[in-house]
C-alpha cells in the first residue's frame, strides 16, 4: 500500500472535467511543494505532465493543471478527450525515498 | 532531446540476477544536474521507485531492495546499469529507467523515462 493514496479510477465524457487526488500527509505532500504527476500509455514512456504541484512542463497541454490544498494534491484535466485515456501517478520524497501514489484509471465515456 | 531506452532478458530463473542496461542518447549521462534512475511497475500494480546514481557513483537505494540491488555507471558508454539478485516471482515486473533532476522546490521530476522493459520470473 502507498504513502500516498489515489482513487483506482476517474471517468468523464469528453469535454468534462475530471480531476485526480494524491492524499499524503502533513510531513510530505502538507509540507513541500514536491509533487509530480505522470501519465502512462500502456506500452508506451512515462510521460511527466505536472511538476512542483502546479507547473507544466514544455509541450504538455494547458489543460492539464495542478493544486494542493493541505495534505492532498490534484491533479485535474479539463475538456477531457479520448487520448488522455491513461493511468496517472502522482510521486513525491516521502521518508527518504521517492514515493508513487497507487495509480489512476481514467477512462474517457 | 534525451531518450533513454532499457535492454535485458525478457525471462529470468527463480534464484538468478537479473542485469538490465539503461542507454543514454542525446545528451551526456555524465552531468551534475542529474540523477539516474530504475523505477519498476509490477503486473496491475503501482509505480514502486529501485533507486538511482550520479555520474559520481554515489547511489540511493529503496531500502526494501538494498540488500539485493546494485546499481553501477559507465560514462564512457552513456549507460547505466541495476543488478537484482536472488530472484522471485514477486520482481516479475516492467522495469523503467528514467532521469531524474530538481527545481527549486522540487527533486521529483522524473523526465524522460525509457519505454519500459518487461522482466519475468519463472522456471
Known amino acids: 500500500q502507498s504513502a500516498l493514496t489515489q482513487p483506482a479510477s476517474v471517468s468523464g465524457s469528453p469535454g468534462q472535467s475530471i480531476t485526480i487526488s494524491c492524499t499524503g500527509t502533513s510531513s510530505d505532500i502538507g509540507a513541500y511543494n514536491d509533487v509530480s504527476w505522470y501519465q502512462l500509455h500502456p506500452g508506451k514512456a512515462p510521460k511527466l505532465m505536472i511538476y512542483e504541484v502546479t507547473d507544466r512542463p514544455s509541450g504538455v497541454s494547458n489543460r492539464f493543471s495542478g493544486s494542493k490544498s493541505g495534505n492532498t494534491a490534484s491533479l485535474t484535466i479539463s475538456g477531457l478527450q479520448a487520448e488522455d485515456e491513461a493511468d496517472y501517478y502522482c510521486s513525491s520524497f516521502v521518508s527518504g525515498i521517492w514515493v508513487f501514489g497507487g495509480g489512476t484509471k481514467v477512462t474517457v465515456l | 532531446q534525451v531518450q533513454l531506452q532499457e535492454s535485458g532478458p525478457a525471462l529470468v530463473k527463480p534464484s538468478q540476477t537479473l542485469s538490465l542496461t539503461c542507454s543514454v542518447s542525446g545528451g551526456s549521462i555524465n552531468s551534475g544536474a542529474y540523477h539516474w534512475n530504475w523505477i519498476r511497475q509490477h503486473p496491475g500494480m503501482g509505480l514502486e521507485w529501485i533507486g538511482n546514481?550520479?555520474?559520481?557513483?554515489?547511489?540511493h537505494y529503496n531500502p526494501s531492495l538494498r540488500s539485493r540491488i546494485v546499481i553501477s555507471i559507465n560514462t564512457s558508454k552513456n549507460q547505466f546499469f541495476l543488478n537484482l539478485s536472488s530472484l522471485t516471482a514477486a520482481d516479475t515486473a516492467i522495469y523503467y529507467c528514467a532521469r531524474r533532476y530538481c527545481t527549486a522546490n522540487s527533486c521529483s521530476l522524473f523526465d524522460p523515462w525509457g519505454p519500459g522493459t518487461l522482466v519475468t520470473v519463472s522456471s
Open positions: 546514481i550520479h555520474h559520481n557513483e554515489n547511489t
